[in-house]
Each structure stands twice: as C-alpha cells, then as structure tokens.
C-alpha cells in the first residue's frame, strides 16, 4: 500500500481519541531518511556508526508535521474551527499548512523580529493569521495558553499531549530501520517536547518489540540552557533562533527522559553549533538549520571531553528542520561571490588560477 502519513502507519500505537482517525489530515508526513554520515562519523574520531534522522524533509519542512497530523485532525474530529500556537517559528509553520488543509483558521503568535525567514515566510503563505509579539517565546505560549482556557480555539502546541503522540512516530521509524533502538540518540531540545516524544516512543517499542533503548543525549543552546542552568532563563538568546526558549513547558519530562535513559543534557555555544551546521553540510551534503545541528554539536563535545566513548556505538543525531527555513544564517555569514565579467580568460583566472 503506498504510505499515507504517520497517523495512517502508526495510528494503532498512539493515544489519540476514536474521532481522530476519521477525520485525519496528513500532508504523508513521516517516513524521513535515516541517512549514514560516515564521513562526519570519521571527522569525530570514527569507529562508531552515526546516522542522521533527517526531518527536514517533512512536508513543511520540520519535525512538527508528525504531532501536527495528530493535534489538528484530533481538533477537526470535534469540529473545531480555529487553532493556535505560539511559535519560533516552525510550530507556527506546520500548524498554519494543517489546519489550511483541514478548512481550519490559524493563529500564530511569534516573538517579534526572531523568527527565520522561511518560517515566517511559510506561515504567511498557509494563510495564518501572523501576530508579532514584542516579547519572547515564552511569553507568547503563556498568551496563548490564556487565550485557548477563555475562547474555544485549539491550542496545537506540544503541551496538547497529541503532538506528543504523533511526534513518538519518530523514534518507531528509528527503530524499525535499524531493528532495534540506537545505543545513544542526540537531538536539540527548546520547548521540550520533541525529547519527551523520543522517549515515550523508544519505551513504547521496547516493551511492544523488546528493541532497547537509547540513551539520549539532549542539546540546548548555551544561551537558552535552562534544563542546564537549573532555572528559567529570562532572556534567552541564540543564533538557533528556534531554540531561543527559556521556559520549556515540558522541562520536567526532559529531565526525565534523560536521567532515566542515563544520558544527559548539555549545552553548545552559537559557533559551536554554526560550526557543524557546515560541518554536516560540508562533510554529507545535508543542510539544517542552525538548532537542527546543535545535537550534533553536543555529540562533537561529548566525543572530545571524552566524557563517553563511541567506538562500536551506534548513534543517531535528529536534524529537526531543514537548513532552507533559515537561509540567512549561511548568507550573514558568507564571503561574497566572485564577480567576473563574462569573459572565459576572467573565469580561467579564477577557477585555475
Ligand atoms: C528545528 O516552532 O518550539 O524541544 O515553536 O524548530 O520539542 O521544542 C521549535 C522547536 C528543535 C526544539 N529543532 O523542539 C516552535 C518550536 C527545531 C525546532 C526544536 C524546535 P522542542
């Protein structure tokens, strides 16, 4: 049968109500690469495999169409009208494409000057209704939060627990590649919902298939490290603009998820993260946005502190969104062009001269 979307392949396995099903709105999401990176692998001191979940190439571009599927088709089977999240941007993006899809209004609320281009571009484009708010993320998820106990408008953030679900898809697709769980999974954590999805997911097939589990290593950017620091973080800034989150609202089942799979959560600087962004660009021909690279660059320091050993492991890195999202983290950044008139003695001189 051809695939049909992650509700559709997974359903079974997820607690979402019987009128989701019926009523499901997919987009075929799911079903993404898992790519071997050998040659990153052996830039990282080798003798380990390294594999990269490439959600990237989800419909919209990001990881969240796997719980979107999920949350907008559960609201449409209660004949919902309207949804709402607060957003850095690729929440705001998926959600907008889905509820679009259902015949559903969206609302977006983003932190005002924040948000990357292609996200907000996409946003607009689904037909969201786009509010900038002259704050942070965290401060926008507590309107939205307000808004959606006051007015019934659903809200599709992962604090509703179906994002959760469909989002657990993820690591089935891992394990059903591989045949069993990898030895570590390292992914960038922000709001905490996606690592809390991972976790329930992994331990839902162990118990099911007996396939293991990961330990997980969870990445937050240095100036957005709450789950790190111990406490909230105010103003939180970083380059990863999509993890520019000082409050996650599932903090708790973050800690969680990686003490009870004896892993970690660490954090990575803005050019740590930059770095392996063209690292893995470079060294494999995948493009992420600059959060997608963060678990990666938590792998890269893990490896170089020694503070474990990788060799014979089998790890997998979640690149969670596609490097066109935000174009101007590699264009900032970039030497100029050449510029040569359009002569081939000016061309000869710079390619082989
Ligand atoms: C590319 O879109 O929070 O820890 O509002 O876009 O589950 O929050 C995005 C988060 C990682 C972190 N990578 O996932 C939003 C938003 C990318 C992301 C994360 C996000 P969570």
Known sequence: MTYQGVLSKYGGLLDLPPHTSASAVSLLEGNTPLIRADNLARRLGGGFELFIKYEGLNPTGSFKDRGMTAAVSEALGRSALSVICASTGNTAASAAAYAARAGMKSVVLIPQGKVAAGKLAGAAAYGAKVIQIEGSFDDALTMVIEISNKHPICLVNSINPYRIEGQKTAAFEICDVLESAPDWLCLPVGNAGNITAYWAG?????????????????????????????HTVENPETVATAIRIGRPARAEQALQAAQESNGRIIAV????????????????????????????AGLALEIAAMAFNPRGKRIVAVCTGHGLKDPEAITDRMSAPWVVPPKLAALEEIILG
Do not use: C
């Open 269 to 296: 600087t803005d050019q740590e993260i930059l770095n392996m962004q063209k690292m893995l660009a470079e060294l494999e021909g995948i493009w992420v946005e600059p959060a997608s690279a963060a678990g990666l």
């Open 202 to 230: 992994f331990k839902q097939y162990d118990k099911l298939k007996s396939t293991g589990l990961p330990q997980i290593l969870g990445v937050q950017a240095a100036g957005a490290a709450p789950l790190v620091l111990g």
